[in-house]
């Protein structure tokens, strides 16, 4: 269930929403539904500034209805689940951490150890 919801909520977000603040590149990383399927956690990431995501979040939000209602004629649900928008932090702290440990690497490589006879 979940996966297909994020799916559909992916092609309604790239092509039926027109709100400038979605223009950058949005990507949904997970969709966590509560037993129940009365919410859904939509968790997403943008490849673009700290304020350009926190724009995305709002239209998101601002979108939530549109999008929830779009859902309900595409997938035969009971209950449709109420849409709460999350970022992403963990794909940019993974790309952090990757730089990070690069660094050490290099700087460890790059050491002289004394051992070089």
């Given at each position: 269930?979940?996966?297909?919801l994020r799916r559909e909520l992916s092609e309604l977000i790239h092509g039926e929403l027109k709100d400038p603040r979605l223009s950058g590149f949005i990507t949904l990383t997970d969709v966590e539904v509560s037993p129940d399927f009365r919410h859904a956690k939509v968790y997403f990431t943008t490849?673009?500034?700290?304020a350009q995501s926190a724009d995305a979040l709002a239209g998101?939000?601002?979108a939530a209805g549109f999008l929830r209602s779009q859902v309900a004629q595409r997938i035969k649900l009971r209950v449709v689940p109420q849409l709460?928008?999350?970022y992403d932090e963990?794909?940019?702290r993974g790309v952090r951490l990757s730089h990070l440990i690069d660094a050490a690497t290099a700087?460890?490589?790059g050491r002289d150890d004394g051992n070089d006879r």
């Open positions: 269930m979940a996966e297909q490849m673009s500034s700290e998101l939000r601002h709460h928008f999350v963990s794909v940019e700087d460890a490589d």
